[in-house]
């Protein structure tokens, strides 16, 4: 798909994206810049509300655990 931008810097999202990511009059896009090309991200309206459990099963409290005690281990070496 292609878009075209004009003088003013505008574009067009083009109308199957749109749909396929719910942008519609007043969504937020995030425009990302890699060092190599430029991607474009649809923010939720509630950001925190759409990662509410998008971490389920990956036993974060477990793993932040872990880091802290060898951080601990490693002040002590100091």
């Known amino acids: 798909m292609k878009s075209t931008v004009t003088s003013r810097g505008q574009t067009v999202v083009p109308a199957e994206l749109r749909r396929r990511y719910a942008v519609e009059a007043g969504t ?30 990956q036993k974060l409290v477990s793993k932040l655990l872990k880091a802290r005690q060898k951080d601990r281990l490693l002040e002590k070496r100091r």
């Not at 937020?28 to 509410?52: N, Q, S």
């Open 28 to 57: 937020a896009l995030e425009w990302i810049d890699t060092g190599h090309d430029i991607r474009v991200i649809p923010l939720p309206a509630d950001v925190v509300g759409a990662l509410r459990g998008s971490a389920k099963g």
